[in-house]
């Protein structure tokens, strides 16, 4: 399973980290990938890291980081300069398609979702 965390409340122009960790999983063999769904919103890519090179959702791109520490089972998403309109829960998920996923048809497994509030 995928348990993700780190979410919360914060203020515009601040930073939160989000993990998500994995168990029972081989993580090491699949691609990591971000979304988000907001109130109302279908559920939105925010960005995927694989073998083959990193993507974002070009909203998020120069404010978000994406990695990893396959030595525990972990993937990361770093966000800087965040903005009203990242608000939303935010899933990590884990994909075995071989190129970099941006849809979420191609995630196989699924954590259960962090809430990121930003305020103006």
């Known amino acids: 399973q995928l348990q993700a965390s780190g979410g919360g409340l914060v203020q515009a122009g601040e930073s939160l980290s989000l993990s998500c960790a994995a168990s029972g999983i081989a993580f090491r063999s699949y691609n990591l990938g971000w979304f988000r769904q907001a109130p109302g919103k279908e559920r939105e890519f925010v960005a995927a890291?694989?073998?083959?090179?990193?993507d974002y959702n070009d909203s998020v791109r120069g404010r978000f980081t994406i990695s990893r520490d396959n030595a525990k089972n972990t993937g990361y998403l770093q966000m800087n300069s965040l903005k009203p309109e990242d608000t939303a829960v935010y899933y990590c998920?884990?994909?075995?398609?071989?190129?970099?996923?941006?849809?979420?048809?191609?995630?196989?497994?699924w954590g259960q979702g962090t809430q990121v509030t930003v305020s103006s």
């Open positions: 998920a884990l994909s075995s398609v071989v190129n970099i996923p941006r849809n979420s048809i191609d995630y196989r497994y």
């Open positions: 890291l694989s073998r083959v090179g990193i």
